[in-house]
């Protein structure tokens, strides 16, 4: 604490210079830090000049007006300010994160799936009895597609797939319905707009075919 004359000058005369220089922050600033660490100007009265005396009213006179609602301003201006700035960086880091999660491929539909598989077959040659990517016959055909583009069992034979679906006119036929010819005697997939895909015959291979070619008795749901 500066009880001496010497340092209320002191104090006084920088107060005063920092008013002369028009810097109010500053002043009040100096101001409250001389009044919050207990300054007080000697109560000697013989030993304080005038001048000393003018310094103290100036101390006095902004101790008792000191802006409050600057620094109540100043505070909530800082507050707003840094709130605003956690918001940017807070949406810059979802951004950044959300940049580098790759977008999930499109969810294919059932019809897609096997129309799909279906078409990656096309040339694999026509087997007696085949069931695999070696080798098809019609109903192998089917049924593999089946199995592999939706994870169904349909059953191996034209029969087989006659009994687990439901008949419906070809007509009404959806894309990979399965359709029927010759009463049963062979299967396709029906893949829309008139086409349908199928192992043929003997010394043929997988391939799509128009039903203007060859009608179709009726289609399965399955």
């Keep these: 604490m500066m009880k001496t004359p010497f340092g209320a000058f002191f104090y006084g005369t ?21 009044i919050s660490t207990g300054f007080s100007v000697s109560t000697k009265a013989e030993e304080i000049t005038k001048p000393h005396l003018k310094i ?18 100043l505070v909530r201006d800082t507050v707003k300010s840094v709130e ?21 491929p499109p969810v294919k539909t059932r019809e897609e799936k096997l129309i799909e598989t279906a078409n990656r077959y096309q040339g694999v040659p026509y087997v007696y009895g085949g ?30 797939q006659m009994s687990a679906g439901q008949q419906v ?3 009404e036929a959806k894309v990979g319905d399965v359709l029927v010819f010759f009463g049963g005697n062979h299967v396709g997939i029906y893949l ?25 008795d009726f289609a399965l749901h399955l």
């Design 14 to 34: 920088m107060l005063l210079m920092l008013k002369k220089r028009n810097n109010k922050i500053k002043f009040i600033v100096a101001t409250f830090i001389l």
């Design 56 to 73: 103290q009213d100036e101390v006095i006179n902004h101790r008792t007006g000191l802006n409050l609602d600057y620094f109540t301003g």
């Design 84 to 104: 605003q700035e956690q918001a940017t960086v807070q949406k810059q880091v979802h951004e950044t994160e959300k940049a580098a999660v790759p977008p999930s």
């Design 131 to 160: 069931t695999t990517p070696d080798g098809f016959d019609c109903s192998g055909f089917t049924s593999y597609v089946y199995r592999e583009a939706l994870g169904q069992e349909i059953g191996r034979t034209t029969w087989a």
């Design 169 to 171: 006119s070809v007509e």
């Design 192 to 216: 829309g707009n008139g086409q349908f895909i199928h192992a043929p015959q003997p010394g043929d291979v997988v391939s799509v075919s128009p039903l203007s070619t060859m009608p179709a």
